[in-house]
C-alpha cells in the first residue's frame, strides 16, 4: 500500500471509446502526477498538478485530457486513442511540486491500458 | 536535456553484493533519486543523494559523485526478492513547474539461487 490507488488497474478499449483512469492520494500531498511506462523506455512524465493547477504539460497529445477535482483525486480522460497509447499509466504524488528538489514522489501501482 | 545510462540487465547470485551504475549528464542537477519497481507493481523510493559520497540504508547504498556525473546503487546479501527493476532518476534544472525528475530505462536484476 503505497497511498496512492489506482483504477481500474486493467483496462482494455477501442479506438473510438471513451475511458477514464482514475487516481487518489490518501498522503495529503499538494501535488499529483500522471507518468507513462512503456516496455523499453524510460518513464515520462505527461502532466503536473499543484494545488489542482496544472503546471505542466510535457507536449501530450489532446487525446489524453487530466482533470484535477481537488488535491486529493486526479483522472486522466482517454478518447480516440492509438494503439501506441497502450502502456502502463502511473499516477503518483508528493508534497510539493515546486519546492526542495528533494521531493520524494510516491507512484500508485498504475493501470494498464491496452488499446485494440 | 538530459542523458541517463544504466545497464539494461544485470545478474547476481543469492547472497552476493551487486552494484548498479548511473551515468548521467544534466544542465543543472538538484539531486538523484533511486527507486526499484517489481513486475506489475509501483516504484518504490530507494534512496536520494544530493551531495557527494555514500548514503547507507540496510542492505542499501547509494554513492553519488557529480564531478563524474556517476552514481551507483549497491545491493548486499542479496535476496531472492530484490529482483526487479532499478530506476535511476535525476532531479533536473528547476524550471516553471518546479524540479523536472527525469528517469533512466531501468536496470532489470535478476538474483539466482
Known amino acids: 500500500e503505497t497511498g496512492v490507488t489506482q483504477t481500474p488497474r486493467h483496462l482494455v478499449m477501442g479506438m473510438t471509446n471513451k475511458k477514464s483512469l482514475k487516481c487518489e492520494q490518501h498522503l495529503g500531498h499538494n501535488a499529483m502526477y500522471w507518468y507513462k511506462q512503456s516496455a523499453k523506455k524510460p518513464l515520462e512524465l505527461m502532466f503536473v498538478?499543484?494545488?489542482?493547477?496544472?503546471?505542466e504539460n510535457n507536449s501530450v497529445p489532446s487525446r489524453f485530457s487530466p482533470e484535477c477535482p481537488n488535491s486529493s483525486h486526479l483522472f486522466l480522460h482517454l478518447h480516440t486513442l492509438q494503439p501506441e497509447d497502450s502502456a502502463l499509466y502511473l499516477c503518483?504524488?508528493?508534497?510539493?511540486?515546486?519546492?526542495?528538489?528533494?521531493?520524494?514522489?510516491?507512484f500508485g501501482e498504475g493501470s494498464w491500458l491496452t488499446v485494440v | 536535456g538530459q542523458n541517463i545510462d544504466q545497464p539494461t540487465e544485470m545478474t547476481a547470485t543469492e547472497g552476493a553484493i551487486v552494484q548498479i551504475n548511473c551515468t548521467y549528464q544534466t544542465s543543472g542537477f538538484n539531486g538523484l533519486f533511486w527507486y526499484q519497481q517489481h513486475a506489475g507493481e509501483a516504484p518504490t523510493f530507494l534512496s536520494y543523494?544530493?551531495?557527494?559520497g555514500l548514503e547507507e540504508k540496510g542492505r542499501f547504498s547509494s554513492f553519488l559523485s557529480r564531478s563524474k556525473g556517476y552514481s551507483y546503487l549497491l545491493l548486499k546479501e542479496l535476496q531472492m526478492k530484490d529482483s526487479a527493476s532499478y530506476l535511476c532518476a535525476v532531479c533536473g534544472p528547476r524550471g516553471d513547474s518546479g524540479y523536472a525528475l527525469n528517469f533512466g530505462k531501468g536496470t532489470s536484476l535478476l538474483v539466482t539461487p
Open positions: 503518483a504524488s508528493s508534497p510539493n511540486a515546486v519546492q526542495a528538489s528533494g521531493n520524494t514522489i510516491y
Open positions: 498538478y499543484s494545488l489542482e493547477e496544472r503546471v
Open positions: 543523494n544530493v551531495l557527494d
